[in-house]
RNA sequence: GUCCCUGUAGCUCAGGUGGAUAGAGCAUUUGCCUUCUAAGCAAAGGGUCGCACGUUCGAAUCGUGCCAGGGACACCA
């Protein structure tokens, strides 16, 4: 399935079904539909159709028999064509499949469109500039990044990066959860911790914030307003610490994803965006549309008319707003902001949260649809061989900013992309460390950095790579190689239906073993044979081409030596 | 109880829309640097694809029912 060979992939499927239903008018509407595979074999073809399998039933023959009696008629549609040059010969293979193997030409021209291409290699026009927002993290300020904001952070930031890169206009947004009862027992605990510091005793308030950083930020307090006395810290109203609080941790958090190579396009508050008014607004509009009740003395949402198990109260009994509510005049406002795709990547235990907001969507008069909701499954720490339980408050988690520094942002990155996101991730740290050079992200930028090793090597030889016009790669590593590098666009779109860029990372693994197998099996440059050199050099360079452009849109670096 | 995810080699995991002999890495064993980076390559061993039925030319893949592990089911956030 290559970029530069899925169009003329479509034209031979078009071109057999043709011919088939003309050789066979009785069975015109009959005929089940031409599908071109790519077989997992190399020795089957290119490409290979089950055609005769299918329809084996239908001709009441055996698959073997009728394969054979497709085979002159294809191969005289070929000739008809004008398909005759790109495809070198077609075979039957038991059970009855029919190969089509392609002349080496047709493959020449991927590495002719990677050179024209370079750094744009692999986009596509499919996202139409379409307006998608994709927000993630978004964790409250209430500490430090946790290992699942991580994992969140490195999905959320790839994903964007390959939606720009397939032709969609896609904004990278943190939404700041700087309102809610959380944000006030972390002021609360913050002024515990002030106390203490003057001798005094306070008990953290239940459910409130006991790790070791919410002491420096009541040291870091003191100090910025100048306060020397308990009487003094009395004095200062309680909302204040919370503000200090939520600004002190932001920055905390800017600093980690900024250094964690994840950059935001927008920073959106709670505060700002969920005010009163938009809340209200939000409501009168649900309540004039019908779908507003009140019940026990609290205001009821409808959900259930949009597929909810059971409708959701949106404001309780004491007056105050449930989660939903805020949450409900955010998404508007997301929509308003003419994000005609609007992605969220939450945790696993917002899972049973999904059908009422999709429910609130669809209220607001918007596609359920245009709505998705990715779940990122947790990574489980492991130290000494033992899972550490994760809890903000009891201060016992590995934060971000702790995996970082200690098996580095690229391979923090990659590790939490090597799986699909909706399974579990086990994170052994002392593996981690203490495997750092096994980790797969160094195999994929050795390769990168062994292309430049060949480039300098080629300087010094004075060997020049040609950019068209080739015809000496012929091996099975060289036409393997130019086959993977091919699929990169391919893959891209399997990144987008997926919604995950796992795809993209177990892909570039796949090009990095093909080129160390090319590299090891045949010498690059070999001044007596300067043509073949020349080529090889190419097919080199059109593997760092594709390393490279993988390697951005993960977010990890391109290495030039290791 | 209801819903979601998971179950494949000793370990960690791949196996889009059903295909041909089930694939990597780690670990074990063994080869390959007087020539472009050995962070690499090649080879060997290792399998009841959780279990059972079903669908069909053909099932790790789809369906149903079990079994096992994890998670979610608030007028919490």
Not at 116 to 124: A, D, I, Q, S, V
Not at 373 to 387: F, S
Not at 464 to 491: P, R, V, W, Y
Request: glycine share 6%; aromatic share 10%.
């Amino acid at each position: 399935m290559f970029f530069v060979l899925s169009e003329f992939m479509a034209k031979l499927q078009e071109q057999l079904e043709r011919s088939l239903k003309d050789a066979f008018p009785g069975y015109k509407n009959t005929l089940p539909p031409i599908e071109l595979e790519i077989p997992s074999e190399h020795q089957h073809g290119e490409f290979s159709s089950n055609i005769a399998l299918k329809s084996s039933k239908l001709f009441k023959k055996p698959p073997m028999v009728l394969a054979g009696e497709f085979l002159p008629i294809i191969e005289n549609a070929l000739n008809d064509n004008g398909l005759k040059e790109q495809i070198a010969s077609v075979s039957i293979k038991k059970p009855g499949f029919i190969n089509f193997y392609l002349t080496p030409k047709v493959l020449y021209g991927i590495l002719e469109q990677i050179f024209t291409e370079n750094k744009k290699f692999g986009r596509l026009a499919l996202g139409k500039h379409t307006k998608v927002q994709i927000e993630f993290v978004s964790a409250n300020p209430t500490g430090p990044l946790s290992v699942a904001h991580a994992r969140q952070a490195a999905v959320g930031d790839a994903l964007a990066n390959i939606l720009n890169f397939i032709g969609f206009e896609c904004a990278k947004e943190y939404y700041v959860n700087d309102g809610g009862i959380q944000i006030k027992k972390l002021g609360e605990s913050i002024k515990c911790r002030a106390v203490e510091v003057f001798g005094g005793t306070a008990q953290i308030p239940e459910d409130g914030y006991q790790g070791g950083y919410v002491k420096d930020m009541a040291e870091i307090f003191l100090a910025e307003n100048k306060i020397t006395t308990l009487k003094e810290l009395d004095a200062i109203e309680q909302h204040r610490f919370s503000e200090f609080g939520v600004r002190y941790l932001m920055e905390v958090i800017r600093k980690d994803l900024e250094d964690f190579n994840v950059h935001f396009d927008e920073w959106s508050y709670e505060s700002r965006i969920a005010t009163k008014a938009n809340i209200e607004g939000v409501l009168d509009y649900l309540g004039e549309k019908g779908f507003l009740y009140e019940k026990d003395g609290a205001l009821w949402f409808k959900s259930t008319d949009f597929g909810d198990d059971k409708d959701r109260v949106v404001e309780k009994s004491d007056g105050t707003y449930t989660y939903l509510t805020p949450d409900i005049a955010y998404h508007r406002n997301k929509y308003e902001r003419k994000f005609e795709k609007v992605i969220n990547i939450w945790g696993p235990d917002h899972h049973g949260y999904i059908p009422r907001l999709k429910a609130a969507v669809e209220a607001l008069g918007r596609d359920r649809e245009s709505l998705e909701v990715l779940i990122v499954q947790l990574a489980t720490i492991y130290r000494e061989g033992r899972p550490i339980s994760m809890s903000t408050r009891r201060g016992e988690f590995i934060s971000l900013r702790e995996v970082m520094d200690e098996v580095g942002v690229d391979a923090a990155r990659f590790f939490f992309l090597m799986r699909h996101i909706n399974v579990h991730l086990d994170f052994d740290l002392e593996l981690a460390k203490k495997e750092t050079s096994e980790n797969p992200v160094y195999y994929i930028q050795y390769a990168h950095a062994r292309v430049h090793s060949v480039n300098d090597k080629a300087r010094e030889a004075k060997i020049q790579m040609k950019k068209a016009g080739f015809q000496l790669l012929n091996t099975q590593e060289e036409l393997e190689l130019i086959k993977k590098l091919g699929s990169f666009s391919d893959i891209l779109l399997l990144c987008y239906k997926e919604l995950d860029p796992y795809a993209l990372a177990s892909y570039l693994q796949d090009v990095a073993t093909a080129f160390h197998k090319f590299y090891d099996c045949h010498r690059i440059l070999d001044p007596e044979r300067y043509d073949l050199s020349a080529e090889r050099l190419a097919l080199t360079n059109a593997a760092g081409i594709v390393l490279a452009n993988g390697l951005r849109l993960l977010g990890l670096s391109t290495p030039e030596k290791m």
